[in-house]
T-cell receptor, first 113, second 113 residues
Framework: GESVGLHLPTLSVQEGDNSIINCAYSNSASDYFIWYKQESGKGPQFIIDIRSNMDKRQGQRVTVLLNKTVKHLSLQIAATQPGDSAVYFCAELRGGGSYIPTFGRGTSLIVHP | DSGVTQTPKHLITATGQRVTLRCSPRSGDLSVYWYQQSLDQGLQFLIQYYNGEERAKGNILERFSAQQFPDLHSELNLSSLELGDSALYFC????????????FGSGTQLSVL
């Protein structure tokens, strides 16, 4: 979920489990959402995106779900692997001609072998 | 490898000094974004350029400036540095500048002592 204060929320899972990372957004006019993965010492890396006219999109081992009613986004990672350990950010494009992704605070995913 | 190159990787300087961060976008990408990442503020958008022109401005301090050159590389200039400017500075590039699927560099870690 979203972070509060200075600390990132952390999700700890066992290798092979499915992971669900949540994100709440605030702007009902946002029309495009992206998930990024940031590994230690690296920049964020694009994972998957979804437009507001969809409620689900699947990639390789990842699925993004969008619930516009409650302004909630989730990233599901199937069969989580140690290499999935990273900080995951959701980002939104707020529509109205804005071209600037606004990033959430991030969730730290720790995968235990 | 995202294809975005940032130099230097690390920069240590003193308060009051001026530094320049450099970014080479992915080949073919016309737009460059600069973000600041700190522990307490997450990823904050600073400024965007598209094909040499400033397109959007975020929470960029007046002490900071940037430009994109004809060869599309970009520089972020930080002057009169303060302790609070210590952060990781990321450059990202995209083809269209519409905010979709940004490719991030590995960042420049700035430490102001």
């Amino acid at each position: 979920g979203e972070s509060v204060g200075l600390h990132l929320p952390t999700l700890s899972v066992q290798e092979g489990d499915n992971s669900i990372i949540n994100c709440a957004y605030s702007n009902s006019a946002s029309d495009y959402f992206i998930w990024y993965k940031q590994e230690s010492g690296k920049g964020p890396q694009f994972i998957i995106d979804i437009r507001s006219n969809m409620d689900k999109r699947q990639g390789q081992r990842v699925t993004v779900l969008l619930n516009k009613t409650v302004k909630h986004l989730s990233l599901q990672i199937a069969a989580t692997q140690p290499g999935d350990s990273a900080v995951y950010f959701c980002a939104e494009l707020r529509g109205g001609g804005s071209y600037i992704p606004t990033f959430g605070r991030g969730t730290s995913l720790i995968v235990h072998p | 490898d995202s294809g975005v190159t940032q130099t230097p990787k690390h920069l240590i300087t003193a308060t009051g000094q001026r530094v320049t961060l450099r970014c080479s976008p992915r080949s073919g990408d016309l737009s460059v974004y600069w973000y600041q990442q700190s522990l307490d503020q997450g990823l904050q958008f600073l400024i965007q350029y598209y094909n040499g022109e400033e397109r959007a401005k975020g929470n960029i301090l007046e002490r900071f400036s940037a430009q994109q050159f004809p060869d599309l590389h970009s520089e972020l200039n930080l002057s009169s540095l303060e302790l609070g400017d210590s952060a990781l500075y990321f450059c990202a590039s995209s083809l269209t500048g519409a905010g979709e699927k940004l490719f991030f560099g590995s960042g420049t870690q700035l430490s102001v002592l």
